[in-house]
């Protein structure tokens, strides 16, 4: 009899070692599949927009794919991005949707999302009543604000006025105004 249990637990444990294996594959199938998914989901369509140009004198955390917004909708996205090696500025090439058309004297902004969020290009429509046309150049722009920037100038601010405010410590003399440690009874 003893032998005939160690069988039954010997089909049992194979049948349970099978049940884990197909479970295994099957969570690694829908990983993988998930992940097709999120990377393709990434991948921008070619914007069916007319392409416009900018140039900024920074532009930390913009990258190719980027959005672009108009009062925070998304109307295009970056498609390139160089540095242009007279002037040393970063030269950015987006497109925009083609039913938004933009004022000549328009500006571009590059922001962020979230104190840790991505970049992406902030358009801001002019006054002009002269249209950019497509390959046009925005002349109006403000480059990336750099949140490390930012905190260096502040700790480095306060900790200058700290140092201004506060007097250099000096030790006690013997004739200072400080009570002595122990005092005598009078006579």
């Not at 532009?59 to 242009?84: F, K, M, P």
């Not at 002037?87 to 925009?96: G, I, L, P, R, S």
């Not at 590059?110 to 002269?130: C, F, H, N, Q, V």
């Not at 480095?156 to 405010?165: N, P, Y």
């Amino acid at each position: 009899m003893a032998l005939g249990s160690a069988g039954d637990m010997s089909i049992r444990r194979t049948g349970r070692d099978r049940l884990e294996l197909v479970v295994g594959l099957v969570a690694v199938a829908i990983l993988a599949v998930l992940i097709v998914i999120a990377f393709i989901g990434r991948q921008h369509p070619q914007d069916q927009g007319y392409p416009l140009h900018a140039a900024f004198s920074h532009i930390d955390g913009l990258g190719v794919g980027s959005d672009v917004r108009l009062a925070g909708v998304t109307v295009g996205h970056v498609r390139h991005l160089q540095v242009d090696p007279h002037n040393f500025q970063a030269d950015v090439t987006f497109t925009v949707a083609p039913n938004i058309q933009l004022p000549a004297d328009s500006g571009a902004i590059i922001t962020s999302d979230s104190l840790l969020g991505g970049k992406y290009i902030a358009l801001t429509p002019g006054g002009e009543t002269s249209m950019l046309k497509a390959d046009g150049v925005i002349g109006e722009t403000q480059g990336a604000i750099s949140l490390e920037q930012l905190l260096s100038k502040f700790i480095f601010s306060v900790t200058d006025s700290l140092q201004k405010k506060t007097p250099p410590s000096a030790a006690p003399s013997a004739g200072s105004d400080a009570a002595p440690a122990h005092v005598a009874p009078g006579p």
